[in-house]
């Protein structure tokens, strides 16, 4: 799909610099300062440093505070400190800045507005009145079988009048996306080719919440076309929300980054670490006497880029690291999992 004159025209605007640094691979750590980094998150940012640096990349630490209620400034300081203390650095960001700033989402608000109205201009987003209890009645209803669990277009087609009638009663309206494609394809480093229908995706979905909010699909693909990026290293819990990002992308008339999604980190039971796991964050392993190193090799370990499980910096996993040994399994920790990192410490 061609990108219409709106869309052309913005495109422009915020894409110099991925065409000005054409070749050279871009990667970006892209936290969101909602809690402490935990192990999960320090496997994912460990690959994207390893993948950037093995190739002479670039790397953009990027703070995703797109979420007003539960971003804090002090998670953001705490990111950096973990960040730091684990070995990683980067070459642009919110500490050090660079050619491509903001490095906050919070203060890129305007230009997504101005994205969202390009992409209405071309009409290809829609208001929609659906509330949260609408959407999940409809989900538990007989017929949720028509259209599964995708957003069944109720606003879609709403006349001028029916709008107005439902401004009028005092509803906020999302904007969502619409997509006349059955299927998006893209294609993952670890996954090889995919094809998602866009119902697989939730169909239509909001570009900025009725609240005003904006979305994170919409925030990270204007992002990254800003700053360049060129490869994305992330968990495959995101992959199902790749092709929204893909569309949005293919409407801007950009290239997609190279995408990596890598396993998740679980824990002994088989459940996918959250910030909600206070247990695993690597400031409370820190405090307890927990090397960097130990962290570090463990999961380089786990991951399948060391055959040994011994105490490594992440300069010593980079000069043996390929993407392709990562393994395609879930990187499950042990249920002794501080013994172990402390033994690896040599604090136990």
Same mark, same amino acid.
């Given at each position: 799909?061609?990108?219409?004159?709106?869309?052309?025209?913005?495109?422009?605007?915020?894409?110099?610099?991925?065409?000005?640094?054409?070749?050279?691979?871009?990667?970006?750590?892209?936290?969101?300062?909602?809690?402490?980094?935990?192990?999960?998150?320090?496997?994912?940012?460990?690959?994207?440093?390893?993948?950037?640096?093995?190739? &002479? /990349?670039?790397?953009? #630490? +990027?703070?995703? =505070?797109?979420?007003?209620?539960?971003?804090?400034?002090?998670? !953001?300081?705490? $990111?950096?400190?973990?960040?730091?203390?684990?070995?990683?650095?980067?070459?642009?960001?919110?500490?050090?800045?660079?050619?491509?700033?903001?490095?906050?989402?919070?203060?890129?608000?305007?230009?997504?507005?101005?994205?969202?109205?390009?992409?209405?201009?071309?009409?290809?987003?829609?208001?929609?009145?659906?509330?949260?209890?609408?959407?999940?009645?409809?989900?538990?209803?007989?017929?949720?079988?028509?259209?599964?669990?995708?957003?069944?277009?109720?606003?879609?087609?709403?006349?001028?009048?029916?709008?107005?009638?439902?401004?009028?009663?005092?509803?906020?309206?999302?904007?969502?996306?619409?997509?006349?494609?059955?299927?998006?394809?893209?294609?993952?480093?670890?996954?090889?080719?995919?094809?998602?229908?866009?119902?697989?995706? &939730? /169909?239509?979905?909001? #570009? +900025?919440?009725? =609240?005003?909010?904006?979305?994170?699909?919409?925030?990270?693909? !204007?992002?990254? $076309?800003?700053?360049?990026?060129?490869?994305?290293?992330?968990?495959?819990?995101?992959?199902?929300?790749?092709?929204?990002?893909?569309?949005?992308?293919?409407?801007?008339?950009?290239?997609?980054?190279?995408?990596?999604?890598?396993?998740?980190?679980?824990?002994?039971?088989?459940?996918?670490?959250?910030?909600?796991?206070?247990?695993?964050?690597?400031?409370?392993?820190?405090?307890?006497?927990?090397?960097?190193?130990?962290?570090?090799?463990?999961?380089?370990?786990?991951?399948?880029?060391?055959?040994?499980?011994?105490?490594?910096?992440?300069?010593?996993?980079?000069?043996?690291?390929?993407?392709?040994?990562?393994?395609?399994?879930?990187?499950?920790?042990?249920?002794?999992?501080?013994?172990?990192?402390?033994?690896?410490?040599?604090?136990?």
């Amino acid at each position: 799909m061609n990108s219409t004159r709106n869309l052309a025209q913005i495109a422009a605007e915020i894409s110099p610099a991925a065409s000005a640094r054409q070749g050279v691979v871009k990667g970006r750590f892209a936290p969101s300062p909602t809690g402490y980094l935990h192990l999960g998150n320090a496997w994912s940012f460990l690959v994207c440093w390893l993948a950037a640096r093995k190739s &002479g /990349g670039r790397l953009v #630490l +990027r703070i995703e =505070d797109i979420d007003p209620d539960r971003s804090k400034l002090e998670f !953001v300081e705490g $990111i950096l400190e973990d960040l730091r203390w684990l070995g990683l650095d980067w070459d642009e960001g919110v500490d050090v800045g660079g050619d491509c700033a903001p490095y906050t989402q919070s203060e890129s608000t305007e230009l997504y507005a101005r994205v969202i109205d390009a992409l209405q201009a071309d009409g290809l987003v829609y208001p929609c009145f659906c509330t949260r209890k609408e959407l999940r009645s409809l989900a538990s209803a007989p017929h949720k079988s028509d259209y599964g669990n995708a957003y069944p277009e109720i606003c879609l087609h709403l006349s001028d009048a029916e709008r107005k009638e439902r401004e009028a009663e005092g509803r906020r309206s999302s904007m969502r996306l619409h997509c006349e494609k059955s299927e998006i394809q893209f294609t993952d480093v670890l996954h090889g080719d995919c094809c998602m229908s866009w119902n697989e995706c &939730g /169909g239509d979905f909001p #570009l +900025r919440r009725s =609240d005003g909010v904006f979305a994170y699909q919409l925030a990270v693909v !204007v992002d990254d $076309i800003r700053q360049g990026i060129t490869q994305v290293v992330r968990g495959e819990d995101i992959l199902h929300c790749t092709p929204r990002q893909v569309y949005l992308y293919e409407l801007l008339g950009c290239t997609p980054p190279e995408y990596i999604h890598l396993p998740l980190v679980i824990d002994h039971e088989g459940e996918r670490l959250a910030k909600r796991h206070g247990h695993f964050e690597l400031r409370k392993m820190r405090a307890e006497g927990i090397s960097a190193e130990a962290i570090i090799g463990y999961l380089a370990y786990l991951g399948g880029l060391c055959p040994t499980c011994r105490p490594m910096s992440s300069r010593e996993v980079l000069d043996v690291f390929s993407v392709d040994a990562i393994t395609t399994q879930a990187l499950q920790l042990e249920k002794d999992i501080f013994i172990r990192l402390k033994k690896l410490s040599g604090t136990c």
